[in-house]
């Protein structure tokens, strides 16, 4: 059993490049999210989803860009990345019922230079 | 939005020490979960508590919704608890997969 599962582990980008962090869960868990974690900020939420097909913007969502066609699936698009989305990205899931902790992958960790 | 704070920001323990660490929030919450940041990156469920106590081995958790705090306890510490902790919490009229993150508590236990 997979858990939570994201692609790249590591990422290097130039200013301006596009990119999609993946998020695949095994779950069946319908809530996802991304968080992005910034030295002594905590995680930050990004974008989430309460199932296929809806999704919406968290606390910080602009220069990225989400969908969720199936259950499965989340993945985060950066579309013109810049500097200031150097961060590790962290997707997560949780069941919609009660009592459910959120799970979280091992992070992306991008570096935009 | 709702409001997360975290006490101490840092802690250093020697081995066999207890702790308790607090996190205060600003509305009333749907959900409330402590985690565990171990220095390898991976982020770990230790509780989901938006109120009562609960106790896993060294480790409890208490939560008093109506004065909107949380508290987790460590005891008899190992080196293996360092990391970083953090209380995450959800507002009771939004939904509970929106989770607002407190800046975290570093902890560092010695031999």
């Known amino acids: 059993n997979a858990g939570v599962t994201q692609t790249p582990k590591f990422q290097v980008l130039k200013t301006g490049q596009s990119m999609t962090l993946q998020c695949a869960q095994d779950?069946?868990?319908?809530?996802m999210s991304w968080y992005r974690q910034d030295p002594g900020m905590g995680l930050r939420l990004i974008h989430y989803?309460?199932?296929?097909?809806?999704?919406d913007q968290g606390e910080v969502p602009n220069g990225y860009n989400v969908s969720r066609s199936t259950t499965e699936d989340f993945p985060l698009r950066l579309l013109s990345a810049a500097p200031s989305q150097t961060s590790v990205y962290f997707c997560?899931?949780?069941?919609?019922?009660?009592?459910?902790?959120?799970?979280f992958g091992n992070g992306t960790r991008l570096t935009v230079t | 939005g709702i409001q997360v704070e975290q006490s101490p920001p840092d802690l250093i323990l020697q081995e066999g020490a207890n702790s308790t660490l607090r996190c205060n929030f600003s509305?009333?919450?749907?959900?409330l979960q402590w985690f565990h940041q171990n220095p390898w990156g991976q982020l770990i469920n230790l509780f989901y508590i938006p109120s009562g106590t609960k106790q896993n081995g060294r480790l409890s958790a208490t939560t008093v919704a109506t004065e909107r705090y949380s508290l987790l306890y460590i005891s008899s510490s190992q080196t293996t608890d360092s990391g970083v902790y953090f209380c995450a919490v959800a507002p009771e009229t939004g939904t509970a997969s929106k989770l607002t993150f407190g800046t975290g508590t570093r902890l560092q236990v010695t031999l």
């Open positions: 509305d009333s919450v749907n959900n």
């Open positions: 989803s309460v199932g296929a097909g809806i999704t």
């Open positions: 779950m069946n868990h319908e809530y």
């Open positions: 997560a899931t949780l069941r919609r019922q009660g009592n459910s902790p959120l799970h």
